[in-house]
């Protein structure tokens, strides 16, 4: 994956996260930006005392974001016979897939071939077949 197919995933993930959060209430647009949107988060926000504790890398949070886009658009793009096809185009034996029905196939088709750090393989094979859905 080159830096700027990264940067349009971090991208997305922020319009994401951005997104939920106004969904929820917790932000509002104010604009081009984002405010605050309820009184308590506001506050609470102002008394906390803030220090990174996350171990989490940034691109281990962006692995598991393309891990979990490839996943969905998987799932929402392909019906079961098509990802079986998906399966042997990637030299991957669908059979061998752990799981009852599509949703589970595809976590463990995309769980299989991440272990083997070939995801970026699948994710070609899903841009060529359904091109503008990742």
């Known amino acids: 994956m080159g830096q700027a197919e990264r940067d349009d995933l971090i991208d997305m993930a922020d319009a994401s996260f951005l997104h939920g959060l106004s969904e ?26 803030w220090e990174a504790r996350s171990d ?6 962006l ?9 969905r658009a998987i799932v929402w793009h392909f019906d079961l016979e098509e990802l079986r096809t998906l399966c042997v185009d990637v030299g991957v034996d669908y059979d ?3 799981g009852e029905g599509k949703a589970a196939r595809a976590r463990e088709l995309v769980a299989y071939l991440d272990r ?4 970026e393989r699948l994710a070609a094979e899903v841009r060529r077949q359904r091109p503008g859905v990742i």
């Open 24 to 49: 929820l209430g917790y932000l509002c647009r104010s604009g081009d930006d984002y405010v605050i949107g309820n009184t308590f988060l506001a506050r609470w926000l102002q008394s906390a005392s």
């Open 56 to 61: 989490v890398s940034d691109k281990g949070t």
């Open 63 to 71: 692995h598991l974001y393309f891990r979990t886009t490839l996943q």
């Open 96 to 98: 061998s897939l752990r």
């Open 116 to 119: 083997r750090r070939e995801l």
